[in-house]
């Protein structure tokens, strides 16, 4: 036990600073909390391990009132990954059905944005957009944490995009 | 090598060409059904493992069969040029049970019948599509099924009384990939596990068709991401063998570092989330600190954090200066005692062995016969490791250990992660140690015919293999990368039943399978 201690003791803190901004009290936004819920549509996992990688002692992301959840019923982000395979299309849009409004929509990497290098196969739909309507995209192979991490504190005063 | 003996046994007329890269591999063709079949069982029989089996199709239809001996890696090619219709192929099934889920994936895609199969269930393609997607040629539209139903698939069930199902996914509560559990259970205890696969796949093996090489490699490296760097080495050694290139020492060893850092970063992290599931989130932290600093470090020695594209068919788009090596070298140094210290806390944490421990149980004999190999396997007693049983250079001369346990269960396979990290770094410290001079990356000779060539590395989960077949010009006629996820996820089946659903997670991440690599 006392190794453990002594290991935390000797590892410090290693968070770093980020700079969430400041959403004034009359505008539009969730405030101080932001409950994400992750659905991977079909992505190769790599951006997987990025998201993954937010919650490290490094980015900390809780730190900056955004947390994942387990169900989209909790959550007020929707973040998706890949280039949503035919398959994944229709348990995506039940997903989306599941978020409460207000909801915003986050698709992460080239996949999410375009199909990336899978676009125009048979089997994918070439991204979110054309299945569900997105807010905001992070564009990259995977994206590097620091970039999905400026998009969510962003999508905490997120203004909702037209309905389609 | 007793090459000579080995032909002997086997195919009359072909051997086994013996590469600097790495171990000796052949394709070899077959004139008819029954020589398919006979050689496939000569090559099980006499401790051949199946490592996989995929298709081609237009405008040449065939099927090859992968099979990993001590000796090297053999491919049969079964070309399927009858004018029969449906085209059928002998099925493997009757001795092979692991190739039940590949023949049925090759049904769906292509429409090539395996005769004798009993499973008449769909695979990956979850009748999405009316026709089979691959049959015919690149750029047609595939016309889809209007109404498919997801849910219609006849799991087997399990009746009595208490017995009850629980469903899971495809959506799963977490960072994760997507995917479909059936779970028999009754109270507590798991009495059958079913998986239901497919959900991520995205075409991969007819993208591949017609792409240029190096737009293929970047696909490859987008097979499944967290291996990333092993499914592009596949894939450049397969084009290689293809235009008969053999790359530099240099370049040799630069690829064996990549690979042995993706290993190490991968470890690490199924080793914090396996403490974190198991109630310790102090591991978490801790081992994700250690991966992210790696991570880091590959983006400043490396160019990118996962080791995307990095490696090419050709050679390796890095180079390491001196401050480089010696920063890597101290890197090392902290990194083996840090995991050391947390190796030695695991150990001791009661709470931790216990879920741990007889939890998940493999037996050595069911993972022979299901022919489970990478960190699965050599926890329940598979001694394969290509990087210590064929050692190509560099492992020639740096041997790494193969690392063993018998137990088959969670606390085995966390052990086998524990000792592979050591080895992998003291392998990296080897090569750091003399890294040769290297070129970056030299132009590919051109090809005046049609090639094919085979690639296959020991990559975080088990062996990855790479064929492709190329038309002059270098352009990709067909190419198909294999996982080792495919043979492993049959093996969760296995082990799942009889332990707490609870306990599932657990079981789960200690295999840390790949979705996107099985579905392609
Ligand atoms: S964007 Fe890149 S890393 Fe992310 S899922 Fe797609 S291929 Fe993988």
């Known amino acids: 036990m006392w190794k453990l201690l002594v290991k935390i003791f000797r590892t410090g803190r290693l968070t770093e600073k980020s700079s969430r901004p400041v959403t004034q009290p009359h505008t539009p936004g969730f405030g101080r909390s932001l409950a994400i819920r992750h659905v991977d549509a079909g992505s190769c996992n790599g951006c997987e391990l990025e998201l993954l990688a937010l919650e490290n002692p490094y980015y900390a992301l809780s730190s900056d009132g955004a947390k994942f959840v387990a169900s989209p019923r909790h959550a007020d982000l929707l973040i998706v990954t890949g280039p949503v395979t035919k398959a994944m299309k229709d348990p995506l849009t039940k997903t989306l059905e ?67 | 090598m007793d090459n000579d003996d080995f032909s002997k046994r086997f195919s009359p007329g072909f051997c086994l060409i013996p590469r600097e890269d790495g171990i000796p591999r052949a394709i070899i063709p077959q004139n008819s059904p029954g020589s398919y079949i006979e050689e496939a069982r000569t090559l099980a029989a006499s401790g051949g493992r199946f490592l996989g089996l995929w298709a081609a199709g237009d405008p040449e239809p065939r099927i090859c069969t992968a099979f990993l001996l001590r000796e090297g890696l053999i491919v049969l090619v079964l070309p399927l040029n009858l004018p029969e219709d449906p085209q059928t192929f002998p099925s493997l099934s009757s001795f092979l049970p692991a190739a039940d889920r590949f023949e049925r994936t090759v049904r769906d895609l292509f429409g090539f019948v395996p005769e004798g199969l009993e499973d008449s269930r769909p695979w990956i393609s979850q009748g999405l599509w009316t026709v089979p997607p691959l049959a015919s040629p690149p750029g047609t539209c595939i016309p889809e099924t209007p109404t498919p139903d997801l849910q219609e698939y006849p799991f087997v069930r399990v009746l009595g009384p208490g017995v009850h199902e629980i469903p899971v996914g495809p959506v799963h509560a977490g960072i994760i990939e997507p995917g479909h559990f059936r779970f028999q259970v009754v109270g507590e205890k798991v009495l059958r596990l079913e998986e239901r696969l497919g959900y991520t796949h995205k075409g991969v093996d007819g ?248 690639g296959i590395v020991e990559g975080v989960r088990g062996e990855v293999l790479a064929w492709v077949r190329l038309a002059p010009g270098g352009v990709i006629r067909a190419a198909h990368i294999q996982d080792p996820s495919a043979l492993l996820w049959p093996a969760l089946e296995v082990v799942v039943p009889g332990n707490l659903v609870a306990d599932f997670p657990l079981i789960n991440k200690s295999f840390n399978l790949s979705y996107s690599g099985h579905d392609l």
């Open chain 1, 98 to 164: 599941a978020t409460p409004e207000p909801r915003r929509v986050l698709a992460v990497g080239d996949c999410a944005c375009d199909g990336g290098v899978f676009r125009d196969s048979y089997a994918v739909c070439n991204g979110v957009s054309p299945v569900i309507p997105v807010d905001h995209q992070v564009p990259g192979c995977p994206p590097p944490p620091d970039e999905i991490r400026r998009a969510i504190l962003r999508a905490f005063a997120l203004p909702r995009q037209a309905q389609k």
């Open chain 2, 207 to 454: 993208l591949f068709r017609g792409r240029e090489i190096a737009a293929g490699a970047r696909l490859a490296a987008r097979v499944s991401g967290d291996s990333t760097v092993a499914c592009s080495l596949a894939f450049a050694q397969a084009v290689e063998q293809a235009l008969d290139f053999s790359p530099a020492a240099g370049v040799r060893f630069m690829r064996a570092l990549l690979l042995e850092r993706e290993r190490v970063a991968n470890h690490l992290g199924d080793l914090g989330a396996l403490g974190n599931d198991a109630g310790l989130g102090f591991g978490l932290s801790q081992f994700t600190r250690l991966k992210e600093d790696l991570l880091r470090r590959n983006r400043i020695h490396f160019g990118a954090r996962y080791l995307f594209d990095v490696i090419v068919p050709g050679g390796v788009r890095a180079n390491l200066d001196d401050k480089a090596i010696l920063d890597l070298l101290e890197e090392n140094r902290l990194l083996a005692a840090e995991v050391g210290d947390l190796q030695k806390i695991y150990d001791d944490h009661g709470g931790l062995q216990d879920r741990f421990q007889n939890t998940g149980v493999l037996l050595p004999e069911v993972a022979r016969r299901l022919g489970a190999g990478g960190v699965v396997g050599r926890g329940s007693a598979q001694a394969w490791d290509l990087r210590a049983d064929h050692g190509g250079d560099p492992y020639r001369r740096f041997p790494p250990a193969l690392a063993l346990a018998h137990e088959g269960d969670v606390a085995a396979r966390v052990r086998i992660r524990f000792l592979e990290i050591q080895e992998s770094l003291a392998l990296c410290r080897a090569l750091l140690e003399h890294l040769p001079e290297h070129s970056i990356a030299e132009p590919l000779p051109d090809n005046p015919e049609t090639a094919e060539g085979l």
